[in-house]
T-cell receptor
Framework: AQSVTQLDSQVPVFEEAPVELRCNYSSSVSVYLFWYVQYPNQGLQLLLK??????LVKGINGFEAEFNKSQTSFHLRKPSVHISDTAEYFC??????????FGAGTTVTVRA | DTGVSQDPRHKITKRGQNVTFRCDPISEHNRLYWYRQTLGQGPEFLTYFQNEAQLEKSRLLSDRFSAERPKGSFSTLEIQRTEQGDSAMYLCASSLVQGANEKLFFGSGTQLSVL
């Protein structure tokens, strides 16, 4: 079984500042890792995913994440946020069956 | 590609009533998932289908819950004798399995409130 811990429930950030959302996972087997974003009144949208290969993964909207196997982490970063990045962000893990286990989410609020 | 659609968007019901939700996946997607999301939590896996076959059902799903995907296209999730603890957002997702690269597309969900 896999599980995910998102270390920050809320992250306030000023526009054009960098942001990092922390995610740690636990699993006894090889995993796939994901970050999803949920804008108000919308469905979950995939930001990026790590399946294998390069540990630095680039996603949509300027986001990137780094897989660190020794620290069992998959932190999400963006060098400069916009007001439109205000949303809920979910880290998720799955085995090869793609059955996702999500973290509790991090609410990002971008202020002008 | 019209996306994953769920109906209704909102459902308010009284405790003890039965409710049914529908999910229309993206056409040709062979895999369909149901998740449940409560306030302040991430989505929790409930069940999933490969075509019309229900491959796995979470232990979270009590006997009051049943899901079907009769023709391998749309799916329904029924909750019998609803309880207040069933209040949540019910999310559907679909995917086309192609080797190791699978991408899930989520619907906007059905928000259930049990009074």
């Amino acid at each position: 079984a896999q599980s995910v811990t998102q270390l920050d429930s809320q992250v306030p950030v000023f526009e054009e500042a960098p942001v990092e959302l922390r995610c740690n996972y636990s699993s006894s087997v090889s995993v796939y890792l994901f970050w999803y974003v949920q804008y108000p009144n919308q469905g979950l949208q995939l930001l990026l995913k790590y399946l294998s290969g390069s540990t630095l993964v680039k996603g949509i909207n300027g986001f990137e994440a780094e897989f660190n196997k020794s620290q069992t982490s998959f932190h999400l970063r963006k060098p400069s946020v916009h007001i439109s990045d205000t949303a809920e962000y979910f880290c998720a893990v799955s085995g090869f069956d793609y059955k996702l286990s999500f973290g509790a989410g991090t609410t990002v609020t971008v202020r002008a | 590609d019209t996306g994953v659609s769920q109906d209704p968007r909102h459902k308010i019901t009284k405790r003890g009533q039965n409710v049914t939700f529908r999910c229309d996946p993206i056409s040709e997607h062979n895999r369909l998932y149901w998740y449940r999301q409560t306030l302040g939590q991430g989505p929790e896996f409930l069940t999933y289908f490969q075509n019309e076959a229900q491959l796995e059902k979470s232990r979270l799903l009590s006997d009051r819950f049943s899901a079907e995907r009769p023709k391998g296209s749309f799916s329904t999730l029924e909750i019998q004798r609803t309880e207040q603890g069933d209040s949540a957002m019910y999310l559907c997702a679909s995917s086309l399995v192609q080797g190791a690269n699978e991408k899930l597309f989520f619907g906007s969900g059905t928000q259930l409130s049990v009074l």
